[in-house]
């Protein structure tokens, strides 16, 4: 199994900008689909996750200006970044629960991150 995550980039404070992660290889289902970020100095930290069944999650930081969404048929989830602030800069991963076959408990997978900047 393995993440693609993109989207990320420079934006001025203020702006928006979408990040995409598509999953891909051997998947029965996808149990939670989710965004991390890590800032340099910093601890990975939760922004948004969103199970399959059952209630969306935002880091305080993320509520109200971020949204988390999944495209199940595509295996992609996506996290809409608006009124971007120079904190919010760091390497943004997505992270997935997966299940290869029926009965699998799932295991995490990992995308390779990608840089948002956020500076004038």
Do not use: H
């Not at 980039?9 to 900008?17: C, D, E, T």
């Not at 910093?42 to 509520?63: C, F, H, I, W």
């Not at 295991?107 to 390779?112: A, H, L």
């Amino acid at each position: 199994v393995q993440l693609q995550a993109s989207g990320g980039g420079l934006v001025q404070p203020g702006g928006s900008l979408r990040l995409s992660c598509a999953a891909s290889g051997s998947i029965f289902s996808i149990n939670v689909m989710g965004w991390y970020r890590q800032a340099p100095g910093k601890q990975r930290e939760l922004v948004a996750s969103m199970p399959t069944r059952g209630r969306t999650n935002y880091a305080d930081s993320a509520k109200g200006r971020f949204t988390i969404s999944r495209d199940d048929a595509k295996n992609t989830v996506y996290l809409q970044m608006n009124s971007l602030k120079p904190e919010d800069t760091a390497v943004y991963y997505c992270d997935a629960v997966v299940s290869r076959f029926q009965g699998d408990p799932g295991y995490v997978y990992w995308g390779q991150g990608t840089l948002v900047t956020v500076s004038s």
